[in-house]
T-cell receptor, first 113, second 113 residues
Framework: DQQVKQNSPSLSVQEGRISILNCDYT??????FLWYKKYPAEGPTFLIS?????DKNEDGRFTVFLNKSAKHLSLHIVPSQPGDSAVYFC????????????FGKGTMLLVSP | NAGVTQTPKFRVLKTGQSMTLLCAQD?????MYWYRQDPGMGLRLIHY???????AKGEVPDGYNVSRLKKQNFLLGLESAAPSQTSVYFC????????????FGQGTRLTVV
């Protein structure tokens, strides 16, 4: 039973446009969410996170939005750059329960010049 | 600062052979993890450790054993490798299990023939 779902395996965007990556979760105990970025032949690297007490967190070109009632979060990249082409993983944890991270299957983003 | 280092980076095993994957971190993290990544499956937690001398099962522990004899090292063992264990293995570490980012190694690509 998949608790963190990334329903789009891939996304193609033109350079300069907005990239929107989506993530849904089913476990209502999740209260901390993270996005990781992964290039081929490298390990995932942390990108941005958000706690359930917030509905938005911004870091430069990256913004994560959280809709708790819909159990949905999204990562916005504006403007998208070719170097953003990578696989993006959504992850969640139950912070209060000190649980480990549960990852989605990932979305491959391709930003074309 | 090396961060998280995995050894080896590549390995080919024959069915039934055994091997040990080594993970070393230099960030004094209490928590360490072993994940496997398979196409279309995202990152799945195999085993994890909340401190020196302790280990716990993750989502897909069968066929693997782990040990954390020293705080900085986390070993993943395959006693009798099977083709189903062909995967990319990632080690990670963090200060706490769910509310902070985890740092990943570069991965070990294991093929079992």
């Amino acid at each position: 039973d998949q608790q963190v779902k990334q329903n789009s395996p891939s996304l193609s965007v033109q350079e300069g446009r907005i990239s929107i990556l989506n993530c849904d979760y089913t476990n209502s105990m999740f209260d901390y969410f993270l996005w990781y970025k992964k290039y081929p032949a490298e390990g995932p690297t942390f990108l941005i996170s958000i706690s359930s007490i917030k509905d938005k967190n911004e870091d430069g070109r990256f913004t994560v939005f959280l809709n708790k009632s819909a159990k949905h979060l999204s990562l916005h990249i504006v403007p998208s750059q070719p170097g953003d082409s990578a696989v993006y993983f959504c992850a969640a944890s139950a912070q209060s329960g000190y649980s480990t991270l549960t990852f989605g299957k990932g979305t491959m983003l391709l930003v074309s010049p | 600062n090396a961060g998280v280092t995995q050894t080896p980076k590549f390995r080919v095993l024959k069915t039934g052979q055994s091997m040990t994957l080594l993970c070393a971190q230099d960030m004094n993290h209490e928590y360490m993890y072993w994940y496997r990544q398979d196409p279309g499956m995202g990152l799945r937690l195999i085993h994890y450790s909340v401190g020196e001398g302790t280990t716990a099962k993750g989502e897909v522990p069968d066929g693997y054993n782990v040990s954390r004899l020293k705080k900085q090292n986390f070993l993943l063992g395959l006693e009798s490798a099977a083709p189903s264990q062909t995967s990319v293995y990632f080690c990670a570490s963090s200060y706490s299990p769910g509310d902070t980012e985890a740092f990943f190694g570069q991965g070990t690509r294991l093929t079992v023939v």
